[in-house]
């Protein structure tokens, strides 16, 4: 089963080089959030959160397998 992916999620999406990329989920589509850097997962993971809450949303992050697992 696949994640319960709403408009306005936030995704953080991992990259081949480890690192994670923030997008927000929109009309079944990622929409990339170029002002924001890469981070490592633990700082992926908080920044996901930190704007979920600020813009009354959902985090996520994408696992190695590619599996996304909520997270705030």
């Known amino acids: ?25 929109m009309n079944g589509a990622d929409l990339p959030t170029p002002q924001e850097p890469a981070f490592d997962q633990g700082k992926a993971e908080a920044r996901a959160k930190a704007i979920a809450r600020a813009i009354l949303c959902r985090a996520w992050i994408e696992e190695a397998d590619g599996q996304l697992r909520l997270v705030g």
């Open 1 to 25: 089963m696949g994640a319960d992916l709403r408009n306005g999620d936030i995704i953080a999406r991992r990259m081949p080089d480890g690192q994670f990329r923030l997008a927000r989920y």
